[in-house]
Structures are given as structure tokens and as C-alpha cells.
């Protein structure tokens, strides 16, 4: 707590006002490779509020090649939040042939789990009743968001036997009525030689949870391997391919999340987006309610700070933006360990043709940043967005009012590494994480810990 402490006295003295700067003296021999000999430089640090909304992005990517989820999760911070999947199936062979008189004996799903996640520890084995549904489209990359599945989208009379119940295991098998395999034996030869036809001709299936029931808390998100569910359907028939062979059982394998999943997910946190300031802003995983930085306010921020020290914002050169995030420990300590977002990261909305994804700034790339992981000892997020804050300073108030790219959530991200087997070089990658729901809590601009922003700066001056 003495470290808390500690951090609470360096950053309190700022919140009497809006900035605090200091100058300090130049070695007029660093950097005079860059610097033009007929300039001097003035170098500072100034600290801002950081301009904190919270607000739900519009809509985020959805088509993920590796995990599809589904399930509920209710809370006291965010009510309910609920998450489903839809995805394609196909053979995993091709050149089937089903002989004649074929039936279908046993149709059955078996996924793989990797994973699951909780909102408290009680909840761990709680049963969950699982639905699959057929759909009336296949799932294609026409639909990227997680909001684009509606309700006429999928035959609302459920596939699987009876009542589906889940416990949180590693595996799920879910049995099917043996009528949807039935139809599955009708297949065309040129559908059962072709993924890309079979597809279109069987559309997708659609995986729903309920949620806990009205008035109660909990839940669970249940996460899915993609490329390692199948579906299995044990069929007896005549082989035709040869006179005189008896009839046989065999078990025809389907691939389920051909090429990908497409997860689906709504919030009722929608109603807690605000542009009052506040003492704590509770923080949402995958698509729910987020932090959000308006460009707009810390434009002015930026300008008005340059303006009243008289300085030429086209000469102000930022070589560091750290941003700080504090929080405050809840009674539960141990949920700043299991349900705390391990990285926070401003993203933006890039576009792609007339379609657009979220995605980190490309500062987290850059050498030797912090990328807004959380700092368990001073109770804090950190990070660094230099680049940015030199382009909204730089830009005209239009442009960052009009463009997307200024934009910013502050969203969980993921960090992944891998390393070349034949030499030593290894690359790192940050995206969003859009599979975990985490909860978290950080303090408001309201709050006297406040969020903030330090930058590094030089000053560009004539002689």
C-alpha cells in the first residue's frame, strides 16, 4: 500500500489544473544530426487530463478462422451480455457415396472447448442449455460485424435432441434429430465432390445459449475450436459399387467451422454510454461498453496548452505520449487477477474499402513502447501513443473531427509472439482481443487519481 501511496502523491499535484509543464536544459549536441543548424530547441514535459467518455463501438469484427463462443453472462456493472455463433459445415472428404436405402442411425456434433469464462468462481460448473438451429444463409465474409445475424436468419425450430446441457467440460457433444441428416442424404453428387456447393446448398447452423434466469447474476462464456469440432452421422446403407455386398454401418465425418466462425454478441450495457464525466468507468470485454477518447477534446487540449505558452504547434516535435490509467483496488482483490483486462490499448476504427475493423494504434509497435499493461504494484495502466498525439496536434479540427482513424476506444488487446525454428528473429503482434469477456474498472476523469496523458516535447525555434 506504501507504493500506492507513493504514486497517489507524484500525480495528485496536477489535478488543481488541466496541464502542468516543465522545462529543462538542452545539450544542444544531442540529435544535431536531425535538428537544422539554424534552429535551437526548447525541450518539456506537459501533463493533461486525459478526455474519458465511455461509449460501445458501433460494431466490431466478427469472422474469426480459430474460435467461435457462445453463452450469457449477466452482472450487477453491466446486466445482460449475450453471445452466439453461426458457422458453415461441410465433409471432410470428398467423392462420398451413400450406396442405396441409406438411413441415419446417430447424428451427432462433438466440439472441442478452449475454455470458458466466468464472473465469479461459484459459477465455474453451473448447466447451461445449449440450442442449434439451421440457418437460411450460409456464413460468408459479407457478414464481418457482431450484430449482423437476425432473427429471420436462421429456422427457429431447434436441430438438436432435447434439451442440450453443459456443465463447462472440455468437450460438448450435441446429438441431432436424425431427420436433419436425413436431408444430408439427399446431397447431390457435385455438393458432396464440393465444399463451396455443399455449403450453399446446406447453409449454416446456429449455436445459442439461454441466459441465467430473470433477476440473477452469473453465467458463462463457453469458447470453441474451430478447426477441431465435427459433426459425426452413422448411417446403415447398400454398396452399390460392387453386386452381392451386405449392407453396412459407417460414420460420415463433417468439418463444422469451415473456414470460420462468425460470432454474434449484444450488450445491455449500451445504456451506460455517457459524456458526463465520472469517478470510475467499468470496462467491458469483446463488444460491450469502453472507455472512449474524444479526439476532439484533446485537440483543444493540446491547442489551448500551446497557445498559452506561445508556442507554434507546426514547430511542437512529441517524442513520448504516456497515457495512465489508474484504478483503485476492489474489496476482492483476487479480481483484479482473474477478470481485470490484462492490456489496455487505445484502438480505431481502420478502414478497408467501404468495410472497417478495430484495431490498436500503430504506436504499439513502436520500439520499446508500453503497450497499457496493467501494473498490479502501483494500481495503473500505462502506455504509449506519441505518433497519434503528434497527428492530432498537427491536424486541422476538422480532420479530426471527420476522420474515423482519430477516433479511439481504449479496448483489451492481445499480445502474441512467435519465433522462426530456423533463425533467431521473432515478431510480436497486438490485436484485439474479441473472444475473452473480461470486467474491469478504472478510474473516471471525476475521480482525484484521474486519467492522464504526459507528453515529451521539443520546440522548434529560429535563432
Known amino acids: 500500500m506504501q507504493l500506492k501511496a507513493f504514486f497517489r502523491y507524484l500525480i495528485l499535484p496536477a489535478a488543481a489544473s488541466l496541464l ?15 535538428v537544422p543548424n539554424d534552429y535551437i ?19 466490431l469484427q466478427a469472422l474469426n478462422a480459430s474460435y467461435g463462443y457462445f453463452g450469457a453472462i449477466r452482472t450487477k456493472e453491466f446486466g445482460l451480455a449475450n453471445f452466439t455463433s453461426a458457422t458453415n459445415f461441410a465433409p471432410s472428404s470428398s467423392g462420398l457415396n451413400f450406396g442405396t436405402g441409406a438411413y441415419v442411425k446417430k447424428f451427432y456434433i462433438t466440439m472441442i472447448m478452449s475454455g470458458n469464462t466466468i464472473t465469479d468462481k461459484s459459477q465455474e460448473g453451473i448447466t447451461q442449455n445449449i440450442h442449434v438451429y439451421r440457418m437460411n444463409k450460409y456464413v460468408d465474409t459479407t457478414d464481418k460485424y457482431n450484430n449482423m445475424i437476425k432473427s429471420s436468419d436462421y429456422i427457429h425450430n431447434q436441430i438438436n435432441i432435447g434439451s442440450t446441457v453443459y456443465t463447462g467440460a472440455d468437450s460438448l457433444t450435441i446429438y441431432l434429430n436424425n431427420s436433419f441428416g436425413e436431408d444430408i442424404l439427399k446431397a447431390t453428387k457435385l455438393q458432396l465432390d464440393s465444399t463451396t456447393h455443399f455449403v450453399k446448398g446446406y447453409k449454416g447452423l446456429y449455436f445459442t445459449c439461454d441466459p441465467p434466469a430473470a433477476g440473477t447474476y452469473g453465467g458463462r462464456l ?6 477441431s469440432s465435427y459433426m459425426y452421422m452413422q448411417i446403415n446403407f447398400q454398396p452399390t459399387w460392387k453386386s452381392g455386398l451386405a449392407r453396412k454401418d459407417t460414420t460420415v465425418t463433417f468439418a463444422l467451422g469451415v473456414d470460420y466462425a462468425q460470432n454474434e454478441s449484444t450488450y445491455e450495457s ?59 483496488l476492489p474489496t476482492d482483490e483476487s479480481r483484479v487477477t482473474s477478470y481485470y483486462q490484462q492490456y489496455l490499448y487505445p484502438c480505431h476504427r481502420v478502414a478497408d474499402t467501404t468495410d472497417y475493423y478495430y484495431y490498436p494504434l500503430s504506436d504499439v509497435y513502436s520500439t520499446s513502447n508500453n503497450v497499457g499493461a496493467i501494473n498490479r504494484s502501483l494500481y495503473y495502466y500505462a502506455g504509449q501513443m506519441a505518433s497519434t498525439v503528434q497527428k492530432i496536434m498537427k491536424a486541422d479540427r476538422s480532420e479530426v473531427a471527420a476522420e474515423p482513424k482519430y477516433k479511439m476506444w481504449i479496448m483489451p488487446i492481445v499480445v502474441s509472439s512467435s519465433s522462426s525454428y530456423y533463425s533467431s528473429s521473432s515478431s510480436t503482434t497486438y490485436n484485439l482481443d474479441a473472444t475473452t469477456y473480461s470486467m474491469g474498472r478504472i478510474n473516471g476523469p471525476a475521480n482525484k487519481n484521474y486519467p492522464y496523458i504526459k507528453i515529451v516535447y521539443a520546440i522548434l525555434k529560429d535563432k
Open 20 to 34: 502542468t509543464y516543465s522545462c529543462i536544459s538542452v545539450d544542444k549536441t544531442i540529435g544535431d544530426n536531425n
Open 41 to 59: 530547441m526548447q525541450v518539456g514535459t506537459a501533463t493533461f487530463h486525459l478526455p474519458l467518455k465511455t461509449k460501445m463501438p458501433d460494431s
Open 222 to 227: 463457453n469458447k470453441w475450436t474451430v478447426t
Open 270 to 328: 449500451k445504456t451506460l454510454a455517457s459524456d458526463t464525466p465520472q469517478e470510475y468507468i467499468d470496462i467491458e470485454g469483446i463488444g460491450g461498453i469502453k472507455p472512449y477518447i474524444d479526439p476532439l477534446v484533446l485537440k483543444d487540449t493540446l491547442d489551448n496548452w500551446a497557445g498559452k505558452m506561445g508556442y507554434d504547434s507546426k514547430r511542437i516535435l512529441i517524442s513520448g505520449a504516456e497515457y495512465v490509467l489508474p484504478y483503485e
